[in-house]
């Protein structure tokens, strides 16, 4: 709504004969709705998309959000809730990270806690129900390597 009202009084500064005015204001204006228009379509978008944002299913975690996208089970070292702060840490295993990634992974840990973070600031969920499911399904994916060979149990 801000952005409207600040291109529409700058719409109106364009007819005040003044060039230097007149200059700023189609700035202003062209500014206003460019920012005004991408915020209004990602708000639409947001609110018209009824799929969940971040599942937790037997294929893994995924952040449908566009930040982590999908971690398979059999790649995930460590799960937590934490509830405190609205998010699910993800520590992924060694044997998953290439060798570049491991010194940006130590510090991904040491700065927030996890490899991947996946914040639920915002978002409908149930903790309880959550925290069991990530923990059913980090279980599972833990026999899944252990039955393949991956890591000895």
Not at 57 to 81: A, C, F, M, Q, Y
Not at 124 to 139: F, G, K, N, T, V
Request: aromatic fraction near 6%; proline fraction near 3%.
């Amino acid at each position: 709504m801000l952005m409207l009202a600040i291109c529409i009084y700058s719409v109106v500064l364009l007819f005040t004969g003044n060039r230097l005015v007149t200059f700023l204001a189609g700035l202003s204006a062209f500014g206003a709705f460019c920012v005004g228009g991408t915020l209004g379509k990602t708000v639409l978008e947001a609110l018209c998309d009824l799929q969940p944002a971040v599942i937790v299913d037997s294929h893994g975690l995924n952040d449908r959000r566009g930040g982590t996208g999908l971690v398979p089970w059999h790649e995930i070292e460590r799960v937590k809730l934490d509830l405190d702060e609205q998010r699910i840490l993800v520590d992924v295993a060694d044997h998953a990270a290439p060798d570049r990634r491991r010194g940006i992974s130590k510090t991904r840990r040491l700065l927030c806690g996890g490899d991947y973070t996946v914040a639920l600031a915002g978002l409908s969920y149930h903790p309880q129900e959550l925290e069991r499911a990530l923990a059913w399904h980090h279980r599972q994916g833990a026999n899944r390597r252990a039955a393949h060979g991956k890591i000895g149990v």
